[in-house]
C-alpha cells in the first residue's frame, strides 16, 4: 500500500531517536534525578517533533531536501557557515553513538573499548556497503533494530513498573530543578541527543 512505501523513510528518521546519545543522558538523567528532568524530554521531542514536520513538508512542497535549500537560497559565506556548524554537530553526535556502541559492547561482552569502536564503525561500513543494492535493505535492517530496540523497552518497563503517580509529577516544567549545574547540564545534553541536525538533513 501507499502507507508502507512512507514506512522505510520512516524507519530511517525514527531510529534518530533510539541511538545511544538519547539513551546515555536519558538514563543518567533518571538515576541522578529521578522523573524530575522528564520535562526536558517531552519538551526536547515535542520541539524535535515539529522541526521533523518542517522538514518533511519543505522536502515534499520543494523535492529537495534542507541542505540543498539552504544552499541555494543563503548567500554563499552563510551557506558554508552552516554546513560547517552542521558538520560539528554531526560529528559530536557520532562521537556519543560510537562510544556508547563501544561502551555496550564492552559491558555485554567484556570486550575493550577500542575493539568496540573498531567494530562499531566496521558495522556502519557494511551498513553502507548495503546502499548500493538499494535501500531496502538498509530499511530493513533499520526495522529489525527499531523491533530490537522497542522489545528491549518493553522487557525494561516490565521490570521496572514505574509508577505513574510518581511520573506525572515529572511532566510539569520545574526551573528550581535546572539551577543546579549538573542537572542544567543534562538538560541541554538530552535536547542535543533529542533534536539532531542530521535528522532533520536526512528528512
Known amino acids: 500500500s501507499r502507507a508502507l512505501r ?3 523513510p520512516g524507519l530511517l528518521v525514527a531510529v534518530g531517536y533510539m541511538d545511544p546519545g538519547n539513551w546515555a543522558t536519558d538514563i543518567e538523567a533518571g538515576s541522578r534525578y529521578g522523573y524530575s528532568l522528564l520535562f526536558v ?3 526536547s521531542s515535542l520541539a ?3 522541526l521533523q514536520g518542517l522538514s518533511a513538508r519543505l522536502g515534499i512542497a520543494s523535492g529537495r531536501d534542507l541542505a540543498r535549500l539552504a544552499r541555494d537560497r543563503y548567500p554563499p559565506p552563510v551557506a558554508r557557515g552552516l554546513w560547517a556548524l552542521a558538520e560539528i554537530a554531526i560529528i559530536a553526535c557520532d562521537v556519543a553513538e ?12 567484556g570486550l575493550p573499548l577500542w575493539l568496540g569502536v573498531i567494530l562499531t564503525a ?14 531496502r535493505q538498509i530499511e530493513a535492517i533499520v526495522l529489525g533494530l527499531v523491533l530490537t530496540i522497542a522489545a528491549g523497552f518493553v522487557v525494561q518497563l516490565a521490570i521496572v513498573q514505574p509508577s505513574i503517580a510518581a511520573i506525572l509529577p515529572g511532566l510539569v516544567p ?9 542537572a542544567l ?9 533529542t533534536v539532531m541536525p542530521h535528522n532533520l538533513y536526512l528528512h
Request: net charge positive; no cysteine; hydrophobic share 60%.
Open 174 to 182: 520545574s526551573l528550581g530543578t535546572l539551577r543546579e549545574p549538573h
Open 122 to 135: 566496521f558495522d556502519t561500513v557494511i551498513v553502507l556497503g548495503l546502499k548500493g543494492g538499494g535501500f
Open 48 to 50: 524535535a517533533i515539529v
Open 6 to 8: 512512507f514506512a522505510g
Open 98 to 109: 560510537v562510544l556508547g556502541t563501544a561502551l555496550a559492547i564492552k559491558l555485554l561482552f
Open 185 to 193: 547540564y543534562l538538560a541541554v545534553g538530552i535536547l542535543g541527543a
Open 41 to 43: 524530554v517531552v519538551a
